[in-house]
């Protein structure tokens, strides 16, 4: 198998790991297409490649809020490694033959239907299962020994054993690091089993820095000015310490994401009558309950000088400003 220089391909110093060897046989129809755009942090990089040069039979786990990039840093480096993905999204209804396979019924004949596990273990592939946290745990117990690199006995297609391919690889993402949501943000995220969640390596990520979110909207926006840029980021920080109930604030009822970010530079962008305030509005504001939008917007009148200034810069978020939900669950 080919062995690669890492340094080269994502064009970065001080990477934990030089060289790997990668497959060299890959579907060109499952290796993800690269997003020239995309801007890798390098500790998050490192990580990543850390777990994919060096498994030592664990698997991946990727924790973070949402919109902040866990799948995309995952297709893009094994984009540009040219490493084949079978991705899936998983939910409440998944069952594990959703994974495995099922037997189906093809040109009147009975046949088994390998799913997306099966395929990456035999050629090498990542697997990618977004939404981890939102299969039921006794379903997610079958790839128990699957995640330890262990063959795979599927008993529906007669007792068939499939061993993983060496360069076979998983990835789960989820909001959550598998312990629930106490915050009620991500509904259905459920506490997963810790006999399961002893086979993953944990990597949590947060937003990009402020000057990493500038270049990331500054790539995809070349038209914007940097002033402009800036003080978009500048608002998105603003609102999320504002949100972040670790630091004794009140939460707003909506994540300020990288995504949210990116939708409403693109509205400025596309549109050059937008002002700073609607493409909020439409982007982010317009979701939340009114005493909560009053506020974001009274934020970007601050920052953008859409209004009077509101002084609410820097300042603890009024009590009055709590969403219903949760001034409940105080309660």
Sequence with gaps: MPEVNLSKIFRAEHLCVDVMQIPNDQDPLSIPAVDENYI????????LLLYLA???????????????????????AAARLKWGVEQLTLSARTEACDLIGH???????????????????RLGEILILNEIDLMPPGELSALNDVLEGRALTITQ???????PS??????????TKGMGDPMGFYNGARQLNQAFLDRWRFVELGYPEAKVEEAIIA??????KKSRISDLVRLANEIRRTS???EG????????????????????????????SKALEMGFAARLPEHEREYVMRLCADIFGNGEKSELMGRKVPKRMLSKHHEEKDE
Excluded: W
């Design 40 to 47: 890798f942090e390098l500790p998050l990089l490192n990580q």
């Design 54 to 76: 060096c498994p030592q039979h664990d698997c991946l786990f990727l924790s973070g809020p949402a919109g902040c990039g866990k799948t995309s840093v995952a297709l893009q």
């Design 103 to 121: 037997a189906t019924l093809r040109r009147g004949e009975l046949v088994y239907e390998y799913g997306p596990l099966v395929r990456a273990m």
């Design 157 to 163: 297609n007669f007792g068939e054993r499939v061993q």
């Design 166 to 175: 060496p360069y076979f690889r998983v990835i789960a993402t989820a909001n």
């Design 219 to 224: 790539k995809a926006n070349p038209q914007l």
């Design 244 to 246: 972040c109930p670790d």
């Design 249 to 276: 604030r009140p939460s707003l009822s909506a994540p300020f994401s990288t995504r949210v970010l990116l939708r409403i530079a693109s509205l400025l962008s596309v549109c050059s009558k937008l002002d700073e």
